[in-house]
């Protein structure tokens, strides 16, 4: 029997989805439980300090910080020794890279995807700027992606879904494949995170990042680094500290994102991938002839997040519409650059994000808006 998910249930536990607003731009970010805002604000009130002091707020917030990794570790299906936090993916990224930037070599190539957020792209080019690399570009459906490998390859980014486009991709396959190349299999999951299961060791990923704050967590980034990684790198970090985390880390956000990955488990991915499904399918079923989809048409290989125009309608004019009316979405290029031009879409399209919160009325509220624009 398929396990439902209580939308009203889950919708209950929300102080910011108790407005009448369509929240439809999860992909930019999640609404928060109150659960998580209470812990980060019991946190504060509780036990705000500094780890490695000899009392009791201190100790606590060690506990807090163990905790963390614990919860990420569960949630990444590594070890907790594995786990690095950070302020956003992007800055973990821009700091990772730097990393294993100190054992590649001049002409050294590394392998991105024109599916790919910046944020796994452009860290590479600077890196490549920096250590004379070489960057090579797989297509948007990835069909190229072995043509681009070749012995000088040491790291092949890709995303697990794309931002833009919703596009799912094997990502075991492509750790295989970087991985016969003798590469880093190096993930960008922070658009697949808030719509499926991770388990690192299962589609055996060297490193992947991801955002909490894009599933239902404070605003952070969360990083899987390989022991055998980490053991070999050499960190940028301040010499008294341990392991690859830079200066004091947000504690009042780790202890918001333990009770996200608690608030995850008490739904379940059963639950939420068959209500997303669901969903998209609606959306997918309901969209009218005057609009053109980018990406999957259907929800075989995808997660629920759609680009798409309106004809003869800008995506911020349409954007604007929608939001007016109490409908929130997104409109440019969310940062994917390259899928974006290889769809000669300058002003980008118009993103309609669902997530596990979003309803069947607000599927069909957006839907009526998009007819009768
Ligand atoms: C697929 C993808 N990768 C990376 C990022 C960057 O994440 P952060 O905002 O944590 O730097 C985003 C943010 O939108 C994203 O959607």
Redesign the pocket.
């Known amino acids: 029997m398929q396990v439902r998910l209580d939308v009203e249930g889950v919708r209950a536990r929300f102080s910011a989805l108790q407005r009448p607003f369509a929240f439809l731009d999860g992909?930019?970010g999640t609404q928060v439980p109150d659960e998580v805002i209470d812990a980060i604000s019991g946190y504060l009130r509780e036990s705000n300090a500094n780890v490695g002091g000899q009392f009791e707020t201190s100790r606590r917030t060690g506990e807090l910080v163990t905790a963390a990794h614990e919860a990420a570790a569960r949630f990444l299906g590594c070890s907790a020794d594995e786990v690095i936090f950070g302020p956003?993916?992007?800055?973990l990224?821009f700091n990772l890279t730097r990393t294993v930037g100190r054992e590649l070599e001049a002409c050294d190539e590394i392998v991105v995807t024109r599916l790919?957020?910046d944020?796994?792209v452009a860290p590479w080019l600077e890196l490549a700027h920096d250590r004379e690399l070489v960057v090579r570009f797989a297509d948007s459906d990835l069909s190229d992606l072995e043509d681009q490998l070749s012995e000088r390859t040491r790291v092949v980014a890709f995303?697990w879904?794309?931002?833009a486009l919703g596009t799912l991709v094997d990502a075991h396959r492509i750790c295989e494949l970087a991985h016969e190349a003798g590469a880093l299999a190096w993930i960008?999951a922070?658009?697949y995170a808030p719509h499926g299961p991770i388990d690192v060791a299962a589609v055996d990923a060297d490193v992947l990042?991801c955002?909490p704050?894009?599933f239902c967590g404070p605003h952070l980034?969360l990083a899987f680094v390989h022991r055998r990684l980490l053991d070999r790198w050499r960190p940028y970090k301040v010499r008294p500290a341990p392991g690859y985390e830079t200066g004091t880390a947000q504690h009042e956000l780790l202890a918001g994102f333990v009770a996200a990955v608690g608030y995850l488990d008490s739904l379940g991915w059963e639950a939420i991938t068959a209500h997303e499904r669901e969903l998209g399918g609606r959306f997918l079923e309901g969209l009218p002839e005057r609009i053109t989809l980018y990406g999957p048409s259907s929800m075989e290989g995808r997660v629920p997040t759609f680009a798409l125009n309106v004809d003869g309608r800008s995506p911020a004019e349409v954007a604007a519409h929608l939001g007016e009316r109490g409908i929130f979405v997104w409109d440019g290029d969310?940062?994917?650059v390259e899928a974006m031009q290889r769809l000669g879409l300058e002003n980008g399209a118009v993103r309609v994000g669902i997530v596990h919160y979003n309803t069947e009325g607000e599927v069909d509220r957006v839907l009526a808006e998009l007819r009768a624009l």
């Open positions: 992909p930019a956003s993916m992007t800055s990224n790919d957020h944020a796994n995303p879904a794309s931002n960008d922070v658009h990042l955002s704050y894009k980034g969310y940062y994917a």
